[in-house]
């Protein structure tokens, strides 16, 4: 169980979009539509942000949408906001009630 | 509101056992499809998924720890507790336990994390 593969970062400015991927193996990412995505500011709590690869949960802005295509999700942050900057994370149901999260993509907003 | 916590010694030995507990309110273990886990942080690196425990006491390990971990619940305590043996240096790191729902297989709420040093 090898962890996901994210970029290490990623940039863009005010007002742009930018992707983040996450990718994974036929194992995980590719045989579950189970992926999450996790907003994290150093010294808090990680935040929920999508589940099954695509949904928000109740409250999370509409700016953040997930997909996925064979074993690599992705996850598109439009009209970035300076409050994005922050490191995301994404995670994959590995089977037999296992997990497995990626290596993280920290996120600088220019 | 669900709330975690996490509590637990910050400074270990190398070779000592860590014991951590996560206390929690605003949901019981004791609901299908309810589950606790247990992930954590080294500083400056990435996620890593140790341990979960649902409601029905099925339980679930890393598959590169498994061999160092123990994760329990008290239901009646609202407590989740995580052994881990055999403490290392390389174990340092911040420890969060999450509350998972099955309706969405995400871990929705998430303590605030408990920073632990392994060190002699």
């Given at each position: 169980q090898s962890a996901l593969t994210q970029p290490a970062s990623v940039s863009g400015s005010p007002g742009q979009s930018i992707t983040i991927s996450c990718t994974g193996t036929s194992s995980d990412v590719g045989s579950y539509n189970l992926v999450s995505w996790y907003q994290h500011h150093p010294g808090k709590a990680p935040k929920f942000i999508?589940?099954?690869?695509s949904k928000r949960p109740s409250g999370v802005s509409n700016r953040f949408s997930g997909s996925k295509s064979g074993n690599t999700a992705s996850l598109t942050i439009s009209g970035l906001q300076a409050e994005d900057e922050a490191d995301y994370y994404c995670c994959s149901y590995a089977g037999s009630s296992t997990w497995v999260f990626g290596g993280g993509t920290k996120l600088t907003v220019l | 509101q669900i709330t975690l916590k996490e509590s637990g010694p910050t400074l270990v030995k190398p070779t000592q056992t860590l014991t951590l507990t996560c206390t929690f309110s605003g949901f019981s273990l004791r609901t299908s499809g309810v589950g606790v886990a247990w992930i954590r942080q080294p500083p400056g690196k990435a996620l890593e998924w140790l341990a979960l425990i649902y409601w029905d006491d099925d339980k679930r390990y890393s598959p590169s720890l498994k061999s160092r971990l123990t994760i329990t619940k008290d239901t009646s305590k609202n407590q989740v507790v995580l052994t881990m043996t055999n403490m290392d240096p390389v174990d340092t790191a911040t420890y969060y336990c999450a509350h998972i729902s099955?309706?969405?297989?995400?871990?929705d709420i998430w303590g605030q994390g408990t920073m632990v040093t392994v060190s002699s």
């Open positions: 999508i589940y099954e690869g | 099955l309706n969405w297989y995400a871990f």
